[in-house]
């Protein structure tokens, strides 16, 4: 197994506080499409397995109906509360964000949240509705429930809209990004603003995806540094200073993950990915939300 010794890197947020460059998500497989109140243990567990390995920073949201779960295995971790970097998204409840995010606490067992989302843009009819929703979650953040604050798959003009009337610029959003999903337009507006960058299904392009035109150079990578697929990738984002969402029900993965703080990819290397991950389009989630052209 990895040395769980080795530090995941953190990065700094535009409001000063800092967020683990690898998270454990509580999504994707997990969601629970049947009742929130039936406990899964399988999750309950592998999130204390994911602790345990120091996956620190831990991603849900009100929509996976897995918060019960996660409050549960931090309760169980035993692992001091400011040591975790917890992190929610709000949706169903888009209509009542201060009411949401309290719903969530409680679920979460927790006082706060070291970052709260706006899980997705498509709620909003107008640019006011955005802005709306904005405006209450900086209420949020004043009010001491969340330390961050941010969004997720937002799009550049989602954002333009929301900074015409924020007080706070959003400290991430929260996107599908791998090879194959890249979002050149979108990562620009992100540098030119200082919004964070964090990736869901960052390994993609090794899995959904394959095969592909990145699979003959991530296997010539695997040999040079004595990892895996999947571990290059993770890299690949945190070497461009992108947090990454992964997950895993077996603990020998996600003790492998933890590889990617072992080494770095050079510039030509993370060059040559981009390049080669830019000859296929593919996108996993939110596909009817998106246009089947759009990159951004």
Request: proline share 5%; hydrophobic share 40%.
């Amino acid at each position: 197994m990895a040395n769980i010794d080795t530090p995941i890197p953190a990065l700094k947020l535009n409001d000063g506080n800092s967020i683990p460059m690898l998270g454990y998500g509580t999504g994707t497989a997990w969601y629970k499409s049947g009742d929130e109140d039936k406990i899964d243990e399988k999750l309950v567990e592998s999130i204390q397995t994911a602790i345990k390995l120091g996956y620190y920073h831990l991603d849900g949201a009100e929509v996976y109906k897995t918060e019960p779960e996660l409050g549960m295995a931090i309760k169980k971790s035993g692992v001091a509360r400011e040591k975790l970097f917890v992190t929610t998204k709000v949706i169903t409840n888009i209509a009542d964000i201060q009411n949401a995010i309290k719903t969530s606490l409680k679920k979460l067992q927790l006082d706060y949240v070291d970052l709260y989302l706006i899980h997705a843009p498509f709620f909003a009819k107008t640019d006011s509705d955005l802005q709306r929703a904005w405006a209450e979650m900086e209420a949020v953040q004043s009010s001491g429930l969340a330390k961050s604050i941010g969004v997720s798959n937002y799009l550049p003009q989602h954002l333009e809209a929301t900074l015409k009337t924020a007080k706070v610029v959003p400290a991430i959003n929260q996107i599908e990004f791998h090879p194959y999903l890249q979002h050149p337009p979108l990562l620009a507006f992100h540098k030119q603003h200082g919004i964070a960058t964090a990736a869901y299904g960052p390994l993609s392009a090794v899995t959904k995806a394959a095969p592909g035109p990145v699979d003959d150079f991530m296997k010539a990578l695997e040999k040079k540094y004595a990892v895996s697929a999947a571990e290059i990738s993770l890299r690949w984002c945190i070497d461009q200073d992108i947090v990454a969402i992964t997950t895993s029900g077996k603990e020998q993965r996600l003790s492998d993950y933890l590889r990617c703080a072992t080494f770095k990819l050079t510039p030509t290397e993370i060059k040559t990915i981009k390049e080669k991950g830019e000859q296929k389009h593919y996108r996993g989630f939110w596909t009817n939300k998106f246009d089947a052209n759009d990159r951004s």
